[in-house]
């Protein structure tokens, strides 16, 4: 059974980098929103862990209606075992793989976020006296600095003391 599950495990990455290949547009989107890297990366490992815990259950349950169709077709023939060790074994370890399988693309999505080598923003300049200027990462028209501006005002007046 090793061999058909690295199989499994690496159809599965090939399924997850594809995805976030294809997902790129919505990472940029949430990144200018304002979600840091480790938010994208635990985004994505928590989809994939619903869609491993999901896919096990559903598994599970669609198992459980075959070996009834089976047994009421073949009389005798079945000799089913719901509660099997073996049952949480296979769970478990299907779960783990798409766990591990995951771990890469993952990764992949939280660099997309921030693709230098520094992880967060920080200011270029140094206070000079009582002036700061500060060069924003970003390109604002006159009507938007004003709105940008008011916005800045308001935050320091919220969180001054």
């Given amino acids: 059974m090793i061999v058909p599950l690295i199989i499994a495990s690496l159809a599965l990455f090939n399924v997850l980098v594809g995805s976030i290949y294809e997902r790129r547009k919505i990472i940029f989107t949430y990144s200018s929103v304002g979600l840091s890297p480790i938010h ?3 985004m994505f490992l928590a989809e994939n862990m619903v869609h491993a815990v999901i896919g096990g259950v559903l598994g599970y349950l669609l198992a459980l209606l075959q070996g009834k169709i089976g047994s009421l077709l073949m009389p005798g023939a079945l000799a089913l075992n719901y509660s099997s060790s073996l049952v949480l074994i296979c ?12 771990i890469y693309p ?9 693709p230098s080598l520094e992880r967060v923003w920080r200011i270029p300049t140094t206070p000079s006296g009582d002036l700061w200027e500060i060069p924003l990462p970003f390109y604002a028209e006159e009507e938007e600095a004003k709105g940008i501006l008011s916005y800045i005002l308001e935050y320091m007046q919220a969180h001054g003391s």
Wanted: net charge positive; aromatic share 4%; no cysteine.
């Fill in 106 to 114: 993952t990764l992949v999505a939280s660099k997309v976020v921030t």
């Fill in 91 to 102: 769970l478990g370890t299907s779960i783990l793989v798409i766990m591990i399988a995951s």
């Fill in 40 to 42: 994208i990366a635990f």
